[in-house]
């Protein structure tokens, strides 16, 4: 299974993608480096469906992400936008708990799994000693980290990052 991206063409505000065709093997590590204004964030959004595509088709794991269900796709794919906005109250550990929402039933109660996963990608990204700070408190690096172990959580098959390392020290 792959991401498969077959003459997809998107964009919004005066800016277009055209006639794009990739394939990006699961398990593979991929980048895509262009300069500034480019089209590699609207790329991006659209790979994780938060741009429509006005022609063409994207394939997930098999699944056509037009026609798939939200949960299905957020089951398959985690997306780190370039800039995260959540309340500035919001500590970590409830952050990271956003990342199993596509696991949980309509009540969105926790099973042992999803405190797993949680702990784990705390744990995977030196936060575990913050989880009760409100991510206003946090340094740009620290609040970037707490994005990724939100992502991490969701437990995917595909990752999707923009500008992942932004913020962060030579160390992680």
């Not at 088709?57 to 906005?85: C, D, M, W």
């Not at 995977?124 to 991490?152: D, H, N, W, Y």
């Amino acid at each position: 299974m792959s991401i498969e991206l077959n003459q997809v063409s998107a964009g919004n505000n005066g800016f277009k993608l055209c006639d794009i065709s990739l394939t990006i093997a699961k398990g593979s590590f991929t980048a895509l480096i262009g300069p500034n204004g480019c089209g590699k964030s609207k790329l991006l959004n659209t790979m994780a469906r938060v741009l429509q595509a006005h022609q063409g088709t994207i394939h997930i794991g098999g699944s056509n992400i037009k026609t798939a269900k939200t949960k299905e796709i957020a089951r398959l794919v985690t997306f780190l936008p370039q800039n995260s906005v959540v309340p500035p109250t919001i500590s970590g550990e409830p952050l990271v708990n956003y990342g199993r929402a596509p696991h949980q039933n309509l009540l969105g109660l926790r099973s042992q799994a999803d405190r797993d996963a949680v702990e784990n990608a705390l744990h995977i990204t030196s936060l575990a000693g913050l989880r009760k700070r409100p991510l206003a408190e946090l340094s740009g690096g620290q609040r970037q980290r707490a994005f990724i172990a939100m992502c991490l959580a969701q437990d995917t098959p595909y990752l999707l990052f923009d500008e992942p390392t932004s913020f962060l020290d030579i160390h992680h």
